[in-house]
């Protein structure tokens, strides 16, 4: 069972799709949402494999402040398709660069 080059890798030995890698599914994530907010992604924060493909949290800067630890940025959940398209997406929250989550 080796790679193809498109990121996809094969089939399971029950013949199911397993579709695209974790490594693909974090790049589609932050290209996609980046083409539809036109807005560049910071990081991934999340990434997990569903049923239906992959589920994203995306860090992206909202609005560039001085200084920086006052910008504000958004966490977006983006939902994957197995094939790595995006087939969803919601801002979850938004925030200051310097606040601490507390939990």
Request: proline letters at 3%; hydrophobic letters at 30%.
């Amino acid at each position: 069972m080796g790679d193809d080059s498109d990121g996809t890798s094969g089939r399971e030995d029950n013949g199911t799709a397993r579709g695209v890698k974790p490594a693909v599914a974090i790049r589609n994530a932050r290209e996609q949402l980046s083409a539809l907010l036109g807005r560049e992604p910071e990081s991934v924060s999340a990434l997990a494999r569903t049923d239906q493909g992959w589920t994203a949290d995306v860090e992206v800067l909202e609005l560039e402040r001085i200084p920086d630890s006052t910008s504000v940025l958004a966490t977006y959940t983006v939902q994957l398709d197995a094939d790595g398209d995006l087939i969803g997406y919601e801002r979850r929250r938004r925030y200051s660069r310097g606040q601490v989550d507390r939990r």
